[in-house]
């Protein structure tokens, strides 16, 4: 069912994978718990549906759970926590909190080029993220930088 989530989410169908992500979740959290790394992709997942969908707040909540059980699952240095860590900027952002999102977003891009190396995927698509959120401040020669 959560691949069924997940392309729903694809197809831009994302009230139907909201839906579908609470369902598998709550059978997630009672077959295997709310700490197992397959719950918290779900928990992820879903996240990105309320994203999607505009509920930031929601997002937030659940990226901020997230976040903080990868770290003490994962450590804070691993890929899938560094990732935890740009989803919740990206909520943070929608929000209207860009001093937030730009933090946590240059914590995740530092520790991306040092873990994973400048030109890694995830390390480039940070930086990205980033150039959007200098844009969405209306800092464009910093935007421009990272490009």
């Given at each position: 069912?959560?691949?069924?989530?997940?392309?729903?989410?694809?197809?831009?169908?994302?009230?139907?994978?909201?839906?579908?992500?609470?369902?598998?979740?709550?059978?997630?959290?009672?077959?295997?718990?709310?700490?197992?790394?397959?719950?918290?992709?779900?928990?992820?997942?879903?996240?990105?549906?309320?994203?999607?969908?505009?509920?930031?707040?929601?997002?937030?909540?659940?990226?901020?759970?997230?976040?903080?059980?990868r770290t003490t699952i994962l450590?804070?240095?691993?890929?899938?926590?560094?990732?935890?860590?740009?989803?919740?900027?990206?909520?943070?952002?929608?929000?209207?909190?860009?001093?937030?999102?730009?933090?946590?977003?240059?914590?995740?891009?530092?520790?991306?080029?040092?873990?994973?190396?400048?030109i890694h995927s995830d390390t480039?698509?940070?930086?990205?993220?980033?150039?959007?959120?200098?844009?969405?401040?209306?800092?464009?020669?910093?935007?421009?930088?990272?490009?």
């Open positions: 069912m959560g691949n069924l989530a997940n392309h729903y989410g694809n197809l831009r169908k994302h009230a139907e994978a909201e839906k579908l992500q609470q369902k598998v979740l709550e059978q997630q959290i009672a077959t295997l718990g709310s700490q197992h790394l397959d719950t918290l992709g779900t928990m992820s997942n879903l996240a990105n549906s309320y994203r999607d969908l505009g509920k930031y707040a929601e997002a937030m909540q659940l990226e901020q759970n997230v976040l903080e059980q450590g804070p240095h691993h890929p899938d926590t560094l990732r935890a860590m740009s989803n919740l900027a990206g909520s943070y952002a929608g929000l209207g909190k860009y001093a937030e999102a730009k933090q946590l977003a240059l914590k995740v891009l530092e520790q991306q080029t040092a873990l994973l190396g400048p480039l698509q940070t930086i990205g993220k980033l150039a959007i959120l200098q844009q969405n401040m209306k800092k464009y020669a910093e935007a421009e930088q990272l490009e």
